[in-house]
Structure formats: structure tokens, C-alpha cells
């Protein structure tokens, strides 16, 4: 997806918040807004909203020499999600179509976002919420059709807490998973220890994409991880900064997540606030 | 009142609004982003809000050859207010306390604000909340004593449309009224012309403040407007801009406002969604 006008001042305001969580002072979130300016400025034609948000929080890091500055919101995401799981199996035990309701607490989790909003509100109510609604693009019938016959699963994890709903999900499919996490804290996107604390290592394989970037951009991951995409019959990429990465990476990839921010809606056609399975390359516009 | 972090993404994002109701093209909105982070990156420290407003609004002036890039939502949101007027009358006439129920509207006509929201959503509906709501800071009493023996008022306008709702208020009131407006086009504050079609000129006499800022910087006014501000017995001081701009003018200017900006609620100790009559200098904190 390229990168909007709108993304602007959203990224000025996302690295306001990355940096006040990262505890600057004033002067150190002054230098952080004034950096994210610069990086603007010189942006590429073409640069996609993960790869800048990558420099932006890379900036952050930095001037305020904090390695994770989500480090203690990701562990409080994770805590609050683990509570929920016994909540989330029994939904889905007890369901009529036990992998739809799988799939759509998946969705629900991905509203664990803390680059859209500061805070993502009642958990409950938004598991109610996508229990009920409608999706607004509905490809799970080629995902879960594809699941029948491939012989593993390639899963691109999103954010910290979200894991747990996604271990809910992955509970329920059957063929090996192997489960992408980032190379090195970004945001509050999963790294290999947020995914541990979930409990994925123990359903899945785990393996980091070598990257920082909030997405997957494959030039930037490692070897290993370019294998093992390359090589994974489906995939599923969970959230705003996979679709971001990934809305044209071809038919194996199916983004599932949550529309949170305007301009992604306006990219992928479903209004905010809906929920979406969209098969990659597919496109209409 | 200082200018917050939280208002760099805002000043981008407003730059975008206001270079697409310009009729900009996405090469003249990209340019008119890049100049307003280079304003950002050369301000002042100490700089206030509608100071570096001025700036920006220039700027996509300038860039997009417009010199009224609300001229059009301005006429709309005065008619749409004019058909609102007999009943805002009927609200006045009606009531207990005509003089609050007047003052109450002047404040909910301050919804009219195209700075902070591309639409103001439903007037009736702010009409019948301010009617009813408490003022989270309440200085009435202490303005409508000077009113009684002041021997004219200077009012500050800000918003065009707002300026009906200023009309059904100058209209219960029984002294001269001067009606201050901007000196030349800057969002959708109102001009001589935007008060003049919101029928101010035929019951106060409209004084331009010879400035294009989005509030009132006394040192860009006219020496005739300055004159008049030093001469007030009293003044009424509408909207968010003019609260940056004279939150300690001293005890003669009351600002009337809804806080539509968290950190204007920060800063004024009222929440976001307030109603708001604050005595200029009297801030606790």
C-alpha cells in the first residue's frame, strides 16, 4: 500500500506517543517530532507506510536509548489476553462453525494495536462485536479451503496480546504452523520472546523475520525467513502493517485484520471499524 | 496559551484539510505538508498556536493560489445558521433566563469550527446539549455584571456560521457592541464580509482587526483595533483561537468556548466536550 498524505500527521503523532512511552523528556520528544520531520522530508517515492514507520521508530530508540520502549505495555497486552483464553477455547468449542468463530477472534485480537490508538479499550465488547459482525471482505472460504490441503501453514503474527487469540485460532488447524515474529522490537509487534510469553512456542514453530519493520517487507527480513515465505503453500499476515506490506504479494497471502485507520480502508474498500479476510492481489480497483 | 507536541500532527493534518478545500492538487498538498514541517522545524520557542496557524494557512494560500479557501463553506455554514436563527429567538424569548439561554447558544454555535473537524456534525443536536449542559468553568456571572454597567462591548467573532449564534446573543444585549473580524481570510473565520451576510452590520459595528491570524495577536492587529481592545470596558473573546491567543489578557476579556482539543482542555482545566466561560487571568494553575 503507498503511503497516503493522511499517514503524516498520523506518524507525527505516532512517534509523540512512541516516544512519551519510551519516558523522554519534553526536549527528547521534541528532537524525536522534529527527526520524524526530517525523515518525511526525505522520503522515497514510493516508500510504504511500515518502512518509514521503521525509521520513525528506529529515531525513538535512539534518542532516548530505550531498546523496547513497549516492553511493559506488551506484557500487560499479553497478561490480559491469557486470562481471556479459556474464555476464547470455549467460544469456540461450543460454536456451530467452530473455525469461523477461530477466525474471527483472530480479527478480534488485532484490535491489541497501540500504533493506532493509545489505549484499545474493553476487550469484551470488541469480541462481541466481531463474534456478531459481518465481514466486509470474505475470503475465509479460499483460506479455509486452502488450509484442507497444504502441508503447513506460514503465520505472520501482528501485535503483542493478539498473539494469544491467534494461539486460539492456530489450536484449531490441524497441519504444523510456523509462526513469523519480528527480528527486534518495533511498536508492540511480537518478537520472539512477547510470542513465548503467549505460549506459541509450544503449538508452533516460532521464527523471527530478522527485521524491525512494523510489517513484513521481504527485502528487508533474513534469508531464512525469505525460505521459509517463499516456500509456505498459505499464509496468513495478520494486521495493518501486513496488509501495508503485503496487499500485492499474491494469492497465497490472506490478510486478516481489523480497519482501524481511515486511508487503509479507503485502499482495501471496507469502511472503518470492519473486518476483513482479504486474499491478496485480489484487488477489485 | 503555549503550543503542545500534540499540536505538531495537528498542524499537518489541518494543512492537509485546508490545501484540499483550496482545490489543491496531491503535488501542491505534498508541498503545502513539506512547508508546514518546515515551519514546525523553524519555530520560535514560545511561539503560539495561531501564530504558526497564520503561518500554515499561508502558506496553502500562497501555494494554491486561493485566497478564501473556505469562502464556499463559510457562505453555507452562515445560511444554515440563518435558517436556524427564528428558532434560536424563539429559544431566548422562551426562556427562564433569556441572557443565559443567550449566552448558552453563542457557545454552541462555536460547534461551527472547520479548524478542528471537517463537519461539525448536527446542529440541533449541540444546540439541545449546551442548552441543558453544566459549564465546567463558569465566569457568566462576573461578565453579565460587567455587561450591566459597561458602556460598550468589544466581541471577539471567530467562527462564520458561529456568527449567527453571536447575533441571537448581541441582540439580548442593551449596550453599543463592537464586532471584531479577521482583517482577511484565515480558515473559516470570519471576515467583514462572512459577518455582513450573517447580518451582524445592521445591530453592532463590525471592526476589522487588520490581521489574517486565527485568534487575536494584539501585535499584528491594527492600531485601530488596538485602540479599541485597550478602550473595552469589557470583552467577549469567542472560540479556541482566541483563548491561545488571550488566555491572560487580563480581567476584562471572558472567553467563550466548547473544548473541541484535549490539550486546550489541558491547558484550560476543562475535559474535551466542555462548555466554557473563562475569566482571562484566572487561571488556578
Redesign the interface.
Known sequence: MKTY??C???F??QA?SAARRAGGT?EQ??SV??RT?EI??KLDAGAIPPEIARHVHHAVREEISCPDPYREAKQQSTEQALVLLPELRRLIEESSDPMDTAIRLAIAGNIMDLGVMEDFGNLQNTIDRVLKQQFAIDHTAELRELLETADHLLYLGDNTGETVFDRALIERISIPVIYAVKGSPVLNDATELDAIEAGLDTITTILSNGSDVPGTLLNLCSEEFKDAFEKAPVIIAKGQGNYESLSDAGRKVFCMLQIKCPVIGIDIGAPKGSIVCYRSGNKSK
Do not use: F, S, T, V
Open positions: 498524505l493522511e503524516y500527521p498520523c507525527l503523532k509523540l519534553e520528544q521534541l517530532i522534529r520531520m518525511l522530508k
